[in-house]
């Protein structure tokens, strides 16, 4: 099955970067802070996803 999460974060962040892109947007505005919060979503959802499951007995 998809990783759903994962696909939505990084196109949210792929159309972000493109606007920043096209703009010339600074690393202070909203989109560009959004950015580093996906990517920050994004490694914590890897690194949760690389974790063996917890046996619960």
């Excluded at 600074?26 to 996906?38: G, H, M, N, V």
């Amino acid at each position: 099955m998809a990783d759903l999460y994962r696909k939505n974060l990084e196109s949210e962040r792929r159309k972000l970067w493109g606007e920043c892109r096209l703009k010339g947007l600074k690393r202070d505005t909203p989109q560009r802070l959004r950015i580093a919060e996906i990517d920050r979503l994004l490694a914590e959802h890897t690194a949760r996803k690389d974790q063996p499951p917890v046996d619960r007995e």
